[in-house]
């Protein structure tokens, strides 16, 4: 049987790469570590979470919740990783960032029908191929996809949160809880009042960048914006996005805060947490002092930094089928965020749904042809032509999948409804498709 060569072991390309071997489909994994990284990677573990650790919502009423639910009734290997590293964050389902790389680089690596090449990707080769080199992908790989499709590829700028050690946190100054008390307590709340929250606002909007060239504040992606550009945008636009103080009531005195910081376990150890919602492309300097105004990080020691860096992704809706392949060219299949999906769950979705129809394709067998009620299939119909206008990067969510055909109150109940249709279609498809028969 012809191998199929998947460049990148990011999170898509991992995910594929298992979805083809676990079939019998042989796999040529291509990936630069360790020798070479992009300037956001840091592991020589493969699928390396460069941003957060949070795979958000693990409940059925949320999109993403249903979403990985599906991924795991579909054997994935980045959620059975997840699982098996998680850590304490509430509602949302959060990992150990290294303990969940490395197991996936373990499976990948001891799977028999995975042979993986340790080198920078600079072509793409003949036969079946999936580029899942990533937003970050060198420039010479980059320069042969944008041969592939000219005019198409665009580009924004992503920015990563800063990490602090949880013992230099001062604990006097804040508080464990969940919003809304919901699950356990897990997150660090770091209160301010008002007058702390508008000295820190005025210092954050007005503080140093780093040099990123080509950057200005139109080219941020909203769903992963600076915390210094949110600022810019109006005094309270922070107190009504990562510093909302709803649903946090301050042990101390009963009441919600003006403003609060909340900060996430990054580590199954718990000595590690990140500041969530502050992803940011200030001076390493800048950071440090302007961070450092929030009474409970005044001593705080970073162990990272926040950074920016470019991402790029393609017109898909122009380029790509319902299977992520290239039109023009259906041997070649693109994963991953490049394709214009957003996010960690979303990316591996992508990934796990070429390797299932890669694998149908060089099999024999019936394509899975996920419909748009459910997740997955939503994501890949909504990515290759469910746009409306000029296309941006898209996170799932309730609003690309088929609405219900009846009429239920409330939106968590509707929500429910949705995630349990779409899992019973789900259930039919791995009875009906000999490809999803594992």
């Known amino acids: 049987m012809e191998t199929v060569t998947v460049l990148g072991a990011g999170l898509a390309g991992s995910e594929c790469a298992w979805q083809l071997a676990r079939r019998g489909v042989p796999v040529r994994l291509v990936e630069m570590k360790p020798g070479k990284k992009t ?29 990985k639910a599906e991924m795991r009734v579909l054997g994935s290997l980045v959620l059975e990783s997840a699982d098996r590293n998680r850590v304490a964050a509430g509602g949302a389902l959060a990992v150990d960032r290294v303990g969940f790389s490395r197991y996936i680089t373990e499976k990948l690596e001891t799977c028999p029908n995975v042979e993986i090449v340790h080198a920078e990707a600079t072509e793409i080769p003949e036969g079946e191929c ?22 198409s590829a665009l580009h924004f700028y992503d920015a990563v949160a800063p990490i602090v050690t949880l013992a230099s946190v001062d604990m006097s100054s804040a508080f464990f809880a969940s919003r809304y008390d919901k699950g356990t307590a897990d997150y660090v709340n770091c209160p301010m009042d008002r007058d702390e929250y508008l000295a820190f606002v005025r210092e954050l909007a007005a503080a140093q ?3 990123v060239h080509g950057f200005d504040d139109g080219g941020v992606f909203e769903g992963c914006m600076p915390v210094e550009v949110m600022a810019r945008r109006g005094v309270d636009t922070l107190r009504y996005g990562p510093l909302k103080p709803i649903g946090l ?23 590690l947490y990140n500041l969530v919602g502050f992803q940011t492309h200030l001076t390493w300097g800048e950071q ?27 017109d898909s809706p122009r380029l790509l089928d319902r299977y ?42 019936a394509a899975a042809d996920f419909p748009q009620e459910t997740a997955i299939g939503a994501l890949g119909l909504y990515v290759s032509g469910g746009s ?48 999803l028969k594992l």
């Open 288 to 314: 440090k002092r302007v961070f450092s105004m929030i009474p409970a990080l005044k001593n705080a020691e970073f162990v990272r930094y926040g950074v920016m860096h470019r991402n790029t992704y393609l």
């Open 324 to 365: 992520y392949r290239l039109k023009t060219e259906p041997r070649i299949s693109f994963a991953g965020q490049m394709t214009g999906v957003e996010g960690y769950v979303e990316s591996a979705a992508s990934g796990l749904l070429v390797g299932i129809e890669t694998a149908a394709r060089m099999l024999g067998l």
């Open 130 to 151: 999936v580029v899942a080199t990533g937003p970050l992908s060198s420039d010479a790989i980059a320069e042969k996809i944008s041969a592939l499709c000219p005019e």
């Open 209 to 211: 960048e780093a040099a």
């Open 39 to 67: 300037p956001a990677h840091s592991s020589d573990y493969f699928a390396e979470l460069v941003c957060s650790n949070s795979l958000r919502s693990d409940e059925l009423t949320n999109a993403v919740g249903l979403l």
């Open 249 to 271: 009531r301050d042990p101390r005195t009963g009441r919600e805060n003006y403003a609060v910081v909340q900060l996430r376990r990054d580590n199954a150890d718990g000595t």
């Open 388 to 435: 409306v206008g000029d296309f941006q990067p898209m996170n799932i969510n309730f609003g690309i999948i088929t609405p219900l055909d009846h009429r239920v109150r409330g939106k968590r109940n509707k929500n429910a409804e949705i995630s349990r249709r779409s899992l019973e279609i789900l259930d039919g498809l791995r009875e009906s498709r000999e490809v």
